[in-house]
Nanobody, 124 residues
Framework: QVQVAEFGGRAVQAGDSLTLSCAVS????????WNWFRQAPGKERQFIAG????????DYADSAKGRFTVSRDNAQMRSTLLMNDLKPEDTAVYYC?????????????????WGHGTQVTVLE
């Protein structure tokens, strides 16, 4: 049984940095891309960053480029999302997901397993 769990969300000030972690377990889940999404109140869930099974290939949404860094450690079965220079518009529930692809154009449609999300609130 595959399990995906995010943690590390909290309230921070604008300009702060925050690292989210995602613990993944279960059969074959190491073969999937591990991606990050977020959903703000009243908005659709959107892709933020993705990393392929090897950790070499990555993709970012425009809103994340230059500020966020995604990585994965297959030995630890963990992905991290480092977020720098956070802005109030980054406030959302952040989700980790295992998917068959890591790219923005296809990741959402190809998610196989979702985590339950972790709340990030950026205060002005």
């Amino acid at each position: 049984q595959v399990q995906v769990a995010e943690f590390g969300g909290r309230a921070v000030q604008a300009g702060d940095s925050l690292t989210l972690s995602c613990a993944v377990s279960g059969p074959t889940v190491g073969n999937y891309a591990w991606n990050w999404f977020r959903q703000a109140p009243g908005k659709e869930r959107q892709f933020i960053a993705g990393v392929n099974w090897s950790g070499v290939l990555k993709d970012y949404a425009d809103s994340a480029k230059g500020r966020f860094t995604v990585s994965r450690d297959n030995a630890q079965m963990r992905s991290t999302l480092l977020m720098n220079d956070l802005k109030p518009e980054d406030t959302a529930v952040y989700y980790c997901a295992a998917a068959s692809t890591y790219t923005e154009d296809k990741a959402l449609a190809n998610v196989r397993y979702w985590g339950h999300g972790t709340q990030v609130t950026v205060l002005e």
